[in-house]
């Protein structure tokens, strides 16, 4: 298997990031999104690199194949989001997943983070298997904060306390 390693997203990442998720969201799970439909795949730095928040690439033979990102959203919360991984690159095995999550979690501790929240579809079985493992559970959605950036195709959400989950 090929070295994978966890860094920072720079700016000439984008295309890159744009190219592992697009075909996901359209392709695999037959959603109609555009990148214009996604105006912080443009702006990563500003909408994701400011307070506690981050986005972090998964690199291997020299591209991009997975990305995840945090949102400081205030109080000691972030948005999990953007977490994909190229097909090729699933599985407990390849560990590309484990890695990404396992990164921004350590980030978000060293960060004074408290708790992590997420949005999903019902339709990201295998993510909700995922994250449920990880230590997230079920959250209402009506229990999460005004400052929490829901998207249209979110429809199950989890939240992560993460002093309680070192």
């Given at each position: 298997m090929a070295a994978m390693h966890i860094r920072r997203f720079v700016p000439s990442d984008t295309q890159g990031v744009i190219d592992v998720i697009l075909p996901i969201q359209r392709e695999?799970?037959?959603?109609?999104?555009t990148p214009q439909d996604q105006p912080d795949l443009s702006a990563i730095p500003?909408?994701?690199?400011?307070?506690?928040g981050d986005f972090l690439v998964?690199?291997?033979?020299?591209g991009i194949i997975g990305?995840?990102?945090?949102?400081?959203?205030?109080?000691?919360?972030?948005?999990?989001?953007?977490m994909f991984v190229a097909a090729p690159w699933r599985g407990r095995y390849r560990g590309v997943a484990q890695a990404l999550l396992d990164a921004l979690m350590d980030l978000a501790r060293t960060r004074g983070v408290t708790e992590i929240l997420l949005g999903?579809?019902?339709?990201f079985l295998a993510a909700h298997r995922f994250y449920e493992r990880n230590g997230f559970?079920?959250?209402?959605?009506?229990?999460?904060?005004?400052?929490?950036?829901?998207?249209a195709v979110d429809s199950r959400f989890y939240r992560l306390n993460l002093r309680a989950n070192r």
């Open positions: 695999e799970y037959g959603i109609a999104i500003a909408f994701y690199q400011s307070g506690a998964a690199e291997a033979e020299g990305t995840i990102g945090m949102k400081d959203i205030g109080d000691g919360q972030v948005a999990l989001r953007k999903t579809t019902d339709k559970t079920p959250a209402d959605a009506d229990s999460l904060p005004a400052s929490f950036p829901r998207m």
